[in-house]
């Protein structure tokens, strides 16, 4: 067959990457939670025979370059058949945290026994179990942070295993909920299943192939020239979470000259900690796919070419390659956001004209729950926007979010119908953002009333260390939690776990984005 000329190749990129978009509008769309269906915390993703992706929805960052892992991990378990899915949320087996739950199946476009491509959809759930509501909590170890699912299958050709299903139901806060998502995951692959044999139909599987392939070589040598065109050299920085742990990275460019590759080192930074800031591989490989994507001004196909030229070191044992039984809630979350901090903190060095200063630096993670005056159960996760760096050719946005997530808010009308709270202030923290020649996005001011009492817990950071500037701007300012009772306003951690009653306030200030440049 002849290579496939670029009309052809761009008929076939937009034709995959429309599949793991339209997986999404289903999983939103017949999902239970808020969490899934109005913050759209979920992620889809297309592989080929050998799980590398071919096509990924533009989702949550966080996910999506820590999927392919999922799916290695279940292809080392099973041999998927015709109607299997396979479900994994262990982080040490290609998950992130335990509330996002995998689902992994076999697309058969013909008579064949072994599968000619796979799909992948991630969804965070609001609750898994664990010691807190939410299933984000302080914990010290994995054990306290919910149900652990390595590799298993859910459904077996065709057929849904109920038991495996009941169990699952009966460790979470929320069964009803939970179950609802996860059949919304369940038609999200059989959507994605049914337009790839479609398009097999349609084009026939060489063909199909001979474009996916070809789609790959083009990101790869996408990705080399961006490398080529910076500065060669070592490029070092190092951030730090508000605790102190510390993520430091070195970045090896080779030149113009070279070959297009970049050695990405994260050799010196902390170990893990007693603590739920830990980040697997799965995460700082996604944190260095997203960052690395993000040096490319063109629109390339986000498939496994990218990373072709990227090497990860990644010493085990520590921030960034946890071992069990490590606590991993807040890595995918908070240690993710600083190891991005980190890794542009470096590129800001080889290329200062296009990287940003530090944006917020959080996902501000908020989970609560509790019972509603007629005995039902509720548990809510949200994370919270913040401010945008600025960089030389702009001021940082204010009020979005930023890297490696890419969550909605969940409106407030919706907020305070499914939930028993009140919804007192939502507004932009003006002034938060750093000083500069370009001024840093500003942050939001959130405040929460409740009307119930509610076990609530707060993974958040940059409440001490700020948003860094770059080339002479000013820090953002942190952010600040408080809460508000009978007339008192208590100063709250950054990473904290607290019991309310009905008519408290709880305050979230979320941080601005760094200054970029001197007035």
Sequence with gaps: ????????????????????????????????????????????????????TIAMGDHMPVHLGAMPLSVEHVLRR????????????DPFSGGTHLPDITTVAGVFPDRSARPAFYVAARAHHADVGGMSPGSMPLAREIY???????????????????????????????????????????????????????????????????NVRALARYAESMMRAALRALPAGRFEFADSLDEGASIRVAVTLGGGGADGTALVDFTGTDPQVDGPVNANLAVTLSAVFYV?????????????????????????????????????????VETSQRITDALLGALAQAAPQRIPAAAQGTMNNVSFGGRRAAGTPFA???????????????????????????????????????YPVRVRAYKVRRGSGGAGRNRGGDGIVRELEFLAPAE???????????????????????????LLRGGEAKRLPGKTRLDVLPGDRLRIETPGGGGFGLK
């Design 456 to 482: 609530v817990t707060i993974l958040s950071d940059r409440r001490v260390f700020k948003p860094y500037g770059l080339a002479g701007g000013a820090p953002g300012a942190p952010g600040r939690n408080t």
């Design 144 to 210: 306290q942070e919910g149900l652990r699912i390595p590799p298993v299958l859910l459904v077996r050709q065709g057929r849904i295993d109920e038991g495996l299903m009941r169990l699952i139901l009966a460790n979470v806060r929320t069964p009803e909920e939970r179950e609802g998502d996860l059949l919304a995951q369940l038609m999200a692959m059989e959507r994605g299943a049914v337009r790839l044999r479609e398009a097999v139909a349609r084009y026939r599987l060489p063909r199909l192939d001979a």
């Design 78 to 89: 099973f041999t998927l058949r015709r109607g299997d899915v396979a479900i994994v949320n």
């Design 292 to 332: 690395f994507r993000c040096l490319l001004a063109e629109d390339v196909p986000a498939n496994a070419g990218l990373m072709a030229p990227l090497e990860v070191v990644a010493p085990e044992g520590t921030l960034v390659n946890a071992l069990p039984p490590a606590a991993m809630a807040a890595g995918n």
């Design 1 to 52: 067959m002849t290579p496939p000329d670029a009309v052809e190749l761009e008929f076939f990129r937009q034709l995959l990457v429309s599949i793991p978009e339209e997986m999404g509008v289903v999983l939103r769309k017949t999902a239970f939670s808020a969490n899934i269906k109005e913050r759209r915390d979920y992620s889809c993703a297309v592989y080929d025979a050998a799980g590398r």
């Design 380 to 418: 809510w996760y949200e994370t919270i926007a913040g401010g945008m760096g600025a960089s030389a050719a702009f001021a940082g946005q204010s009020a979005v979010h930023s890297h490696m997530t890419n969550s909605w808010n969940t409106p407030v009308e919706a907020f305070e119908h499914h």
